[in-house]
């Protein structure tokens, strides 16, 4: 379950983060969407792909929490740290960045969001546009980084679950090695 867990985990965020995403910005999609409404369908994508994180980093923490439970020996502080981390990092991105930079990318573009998903245009004085590109393109920023870092904690995570005699210092082989001779 934790290794299925990983890998939908690993794959949904590298296929969003490399794959999925930079389409909202190609020629193709503009063409039928074009700005302002591109980047709104990114930014709701967005909440959807924090929320990934948020549903497979409390898998991840149940199932490891579940598994100490029912094995015993050590608890796994490691493992644990790092899920926490990334859940962390989910809920930062999800519950405070995205919806920040939704209302920027509305007010840098002088749109809002009607209720039966239709766009009004607004007007807006030139420092609050200002304002909001400056902020949007700040964290934007941010929210690059962090799913950087959300990224490379899950690959290396998952490089981890599916090594796991390298944390010892031992390859797979040389387990089976050093068991043949102990015998």
């Known amino acids: 379950m934790g290794l299925f867990n990983a890998a939908v985990w690993v794959g949904g965020s590298v296929f969003s983060s490399f794959l999925a995403a930079p389409v909202f ?5 503009t063409a039928f ?6 980047g709104l369908i990114a930014q ?3 909440g959807r792909y924090f929320m990934l994180h948020i549903i497979c980093g409390t898998i991840a923490s149940l199932h490891l929490l579940i598994e100490w439970l029912y ?3 050590g608890f796994p502080k490691r493992a644990i740290a790092i899920v926490c981390v990334l859940l962390g990092l989910a809920l930062f991105g999800g519950k405070f960045i995205s919806p920040k930079l939704t209302v920027w ?3 840098k573009h002088q749109v809002q ?3 039966d998903g239709g766009l009004t245009m607004i007007e807006l004085e030139a420092d609050v546009v200002q304002n909001a590109e400056r902020k949007f393109a700040v964290w934007h920023g941010v929210a690059q980084i ?4 959300m990224v490379i904690l899950l690959i290396w995570r998952f490089w981890h679950l599916t090594h796991p ?3 010892n210092g031992l390859s797979t082989f040389g387990q089976r090695k050093r068991n043949f001779f102990t015998k």
């Not at 910005?25 to 999609?29: A, I, K, M, S």
């Not at 962090?146 to 870092?149: F, G, Q, R, S």
Request: no cysteine; glycine share 6%; hydrophobic share 35%.
């Open 25 to 29: 910005f190609t020629p193709e999609v």
């Open 33 to 38: 969407a074009p700005k302002p409404t591109n």
């Open 44 to 46: 709701a994508v967005l």
């Open 71 to 73: 094995n015993g020996g």
């Open 105 to 107: 990318h509305q007010q």
């Open 113 to 115: 969001l009607k209720s």
């Open 146 to 149: 962090v799913n950087l870092a």
């Open 165 to 167: 005699n390298v944390q």
